[in-house]
């Protein structure tokens, strides 16, 4: 009897331990830790930390110090900049800005002129970035690229504002930009499952599965997913601008690999 009661006293402590690291978050490595906790982030970008889990991001992407990382429609160059802390000096970041928005922002921040000059701007601190600036489908960096990187806006690539563009044309660039073995991050707004591309114009929102047909037939082999950006409780028919969802919308992320 008293062989059983030690028994069972260890299931429980057993069962206590796994419980509990069950529900801990991972540990980061320290550059991405470093990077998050960088003095040249803005209190603007750490606002959006607890929805955004860069931490993360970083990790599921695979981003390490030294690599070469493209951040592919960096809107206000969130990402780019804790890129920018992972790599550190012997790595590098290209913000690349599709000039096929060049309308769109003229209108949205009143500029005569769109130049990768002005839209450096948001770098300045970060000897580390660069920015190019050409038309999505041409997309190209000056060396081979360990990570491609897109957040929350492959959606928009089939929208009018965006031409619409040629996405079998892009996802070729990208994989041509990619060294053998090197990695493509898709993180997008989730649609209705079966909805294609019904809901980009009107939604903001992509159905995954047609994100995986397009970059797959670019010769691409979809290699990981994660559920960190996951939210049940978003049923995919708001707007993502919309109050109700705003910042919490049902996310994926998908990861595709470049075939040595």
Same mark, same amino acid.
């Given at each position: 009897m008293r062989h059983w009661k030690l028994a069972l006293g260890a299931a429980a402590l057993l069962a206590t331990v796994v419980s509990a690291n069950a529900g801990a978050a991972p540990k980061l490595p320290a550059y991405v830790s470093a990077a998050l906790s960088d003095s040249r982030r803005t209190d603007a970008d750490r606002a959006q930390d607890a929805d955004r889990k860069p931490g993360a991001m970083v990790v599921f992407a695979g981003i390490k110090p030294g690599m070469?990382?493209?951040?592919?429609?960096? &809107?206000? &160059?969130?990402?780019?900049?804790?890129?920018? &802390?992972?790599v550190g000096d012997k790595g590098y970041v290209y913000a690349y800005q599709p000039s096929n928005l060049d309308g769109y922002i003229k209108k949205r921040f009143n500029v005569a002129d769109v130049t990768a000059k002005w839209l450096s701007k948001p770098y300045e601190a970060y000897k580390n970035v660069g920015v190019l600036h050409a038309p999505v489908e041409k997309f190209v960096a000056p060396e081979l690229l360990d990570v491609v990187w897109t957040s929350r806006n492959y959606h928009d690539l089939h929208d009018t504002f965006f031409g619409p563009a040629d996405l079998a044309q892009v996802n070729k660039a990208v994989y041509d930009s990619l060294k053998p073995g090197g990695v493509f991050i898709v993180l997008d707004h989730a649609a209705e499952p079966g909805s294609g591309l019904r809901d980009t114009e009107t939604l903001h929102r992509i159905d995954e599965a047609a994100v995986k047909k397009e970059v797959e037939a670019a010769g691409f082999k979809l290699v990981g997913e994660s559920n960190v950006l996951r939210n049940s409780a978003d049923d995919h028919k708001a707007k993502v601008f919309d109050a109700s969802v705003k910042g919490k919308t049902d996310q994926f992320i998908l990861k595709f690999r470049k075939p040595k």
């Open positions: 070469k990382v493209a951040d592919l429609i960096p &809107g206000a &160059g969130y990402f780019t900049r804790i890129f920018a &802390g992972v």
